[in-house]
Structure formats: C-alpha cells, structure tokens
C-alpha cells in the first residue's frame, strides 16, 4: 500500500483545512486508516482514523468536536476535515494504515504498517 498525502498549509487559528490521503493498492475490510501527526522534538501522536469496513471513526480528544475523519470507499481516499485550527494543531501530518485493525492498538502510531509522506499544517495565533 502507498498513500498520497495533500491539503496542509498555513493558516490563521480559527481557519480551517482539509487533508487528503488516496491510497494505492488494495485497502482490505479489516484495515483502519488513520491520520496522525508530528511536532519536530516530539513523539509522533494519534489524531483520528476510520474503519475502513463499517466506517467507524476514532479521534485523540484534543481534536474532538474540531475535526471529521470521512473515507471514500470508492476513491481509496481518507479525508481529514480540520476546524477551528488551532497554534498546538501545527505539525506533520501523516496517513498511515493499521493492517490489524484492532480497535484496542489503532491509537498507537507503532501499529501502524504503512506511512504517507506527510504533510505540513502551520496554524499561527
């Protein structure tokens, strides 16, 4: 699987992004795909993901009720929708997939088996 990651930039908090990640090559039933996202100094962090079967979606609470993870099916393609953007937001953002898919490990970004190349997201107060 290879994922594509567009959509970052920068904005003003308070503004909004969408970032796009379309995945090349078969996405199974079980797979969990997830964005998460990286500060230079830190840990890399969960930030959402979705089942891809049921469409099920799971999100860090510093970003609940902010952003909406969605999924085409059709497009092998995840969408995370991020409002009200906020200075801690900023970072790298990654797509990633979960092959395993267990709800329980999805929220640990060493679970993951296969990474997009990022995308940068700058949010300026």
């Known amino acids: 699987v290879q994922l594509q990651a567009s959509g970052g930039g920068s904005v003003q908090a308070g503004s909004s992004l969408r970032l796009s990640c379309v995945a090349s090559?078969?996405?199974?039933?079980?797979?969990?795909m997830g964005w998460l996202r990286q500060v230079p100094g830190k840990e890399r962090e969960f930030v959402s993901a979705?089942?891809?079967?049921?469409?099920?979606?799971y999100y860090a609470d510093s970003v609940k009720g902010r952003f909406t993870i969605s999924k085409d099916n059709a497009k092998n393609m995840v969408t995370l929708q991020m409002n009200s953007l906020k200075p801690e937001d900023t970072a790298v953002y990654y797509c990633?997939?979960?092959?395993?898919?267990?709800?329980?490990?999805?929220?640990?970004?060493?679970?993951?088996?296969?990474w997009g190349q990022g995308t940068q997201v700058t949010v300026s107060s």
């Open positions: 090559g078969r996405i199974f039933r079980g797979y969990v």
């Open positions: 990633a997939v979960d092959t395993r898919g267990d709800t329980s490990s999805l929220y640990y970004p060493g679970r993951y088996d296969y």
């Open positions: 979705v089942r891809w079967s049921s469409g099920a979606t």
